[in-house]
């Protein structure tokens, strides 16, 4: 169980941090319709998603960190 945790959050860390990228890089008009924060024709960043997105996958990465430590007990 703590292995199959640990890497489904690397997974998701490494998801979240592309996506942050992603809404750094693309302007909410073309977005994929999927992706919070799509708006059709805007031209707007969304700095304020991106930076919740690679936060929360830093988290994830800080998580799976601690999860493989060695047991203490």
Do not use: C, D
Request: aromatic share 10%; proline share 5%.
């Amino acid at each position: 169980m703590n292995r199959t945790l640990t890497g489904l959050a690397v997974i998701l860390g490494i998801l979240l941090i592309i996506l942050g990228i992603v809404y750094w890089t693309v302007p909410a008009g073309s977005l994929p319709g999927f992706i919070p924060g799509a708006e059709a024709g805007s031209t707007v960043v969304h700095f304020k998603h991106g930076l919740g997105s690679v936060i929360v996958g830093l988290a994830l990465f800080a998580f799976a960190w601690f999860q493989s430590g060695p047991k203490q007990g």
